[in-house]
């Protein structure tokens, strides 16, 4: 009777192994993608996961697909994408990868899509953007960018705290006026709100600027094509961009270090990191 017992026992152990095994399998799957390696690094370096974990990353460090990617306030860092893409952050840049896949033998499956947040970038085509070109959108809060084989900075800003303030009140004052059961506003009272110069800083919105080949920039008000040597503007969603006739300002000037050989690319995939990075959680 102890001979069948022992049978039966092992059945549900190696039943139990079988279906590890197999979980162990679909949670791979489910893992994000690796599709880029930080190649340049000149100081700290966030990353933050789909699940809402952080992780301080380092030269080496792999980059997947939805990640969140932070700089601090003297940090340029450069990811290396599986397609021989580069994306450079300048400090004080939040830069989500939304989804990147890239297989050399399935190009119908092709997908870069990318969110600049704030700050700004410079970005290098790959072998993905050379293929397929439609497959590529940098999302901005101003416009989205396309590109045509294309070298090109993007930077995006931010209203500062006086010009955030006088449009508020530029906006009330507005709506008082509108309002029959509000107290009469003075035409005065509009004059003296104090607007941001426009040559003390450049305006709240997204710069562009191509160094190589060209870009469409595109939002619900309308579409600019830019071409090597010309800079763009966009101030929100509600105006077309616009060519500039001269730089207005646009500064990216990463470390000596980063124009030079990352190393030997790869279109299969980066090479697997020996670095850990910190977690935070």
Known sequence: MSQPKNSLVVRALLKGLLLLAL????????????VGTVVQLSGPLLSKKADGVVR?????????SGDMLVTEKNTYAMVKFIDNSEITLKPGTTFKVENFSYDA??????????????????SVTGLLGKRNKEKFAMKTPSATIGIRGTTFIADIVEPGEEAVASRLAYNLASTAA????????????????TLPSPTAARAPGLYVQVLDGL?????????SNFSAGQFGYTPSFRTPP?????????????PPAFS?????????????????DCEVR
Do not use: Y
Request: proline fraction near 10%.
């Open 178 to 193: 509108l309002d029959r059961l509000a107290a009469p506003v003075q035409p005065l009272m509009l004059a003296q709100l």
């Open 242 to 254: 616009v060519i500039l006739p001269v730089n207005p300002g646009i500064q990216f000037t990463p």
């Open 56 to 64: 301080i990353l380092s030269m080496r460090s792999e980059v997947e």
């Open 215 to 223: 870009i469409h920039v595109t939002n619900p008000a309308g579409t």
């Open 23 to 34: 979980c162990g399998l679909a949670g791979a799957g489910w893992a994000a993608q690796v």
């Open 105 to 122: 033998g399935k190009p119908e499956a092709d997908n870069a899509s990318f969110n600049l947040v704030k700050g700004g970038l410079r």
């Open 260 to 276: 030079q050989s990352t190393g030997p690319s790869s279109s299969t995939g980066p090479g697997k990191s020996n670095i850990v």
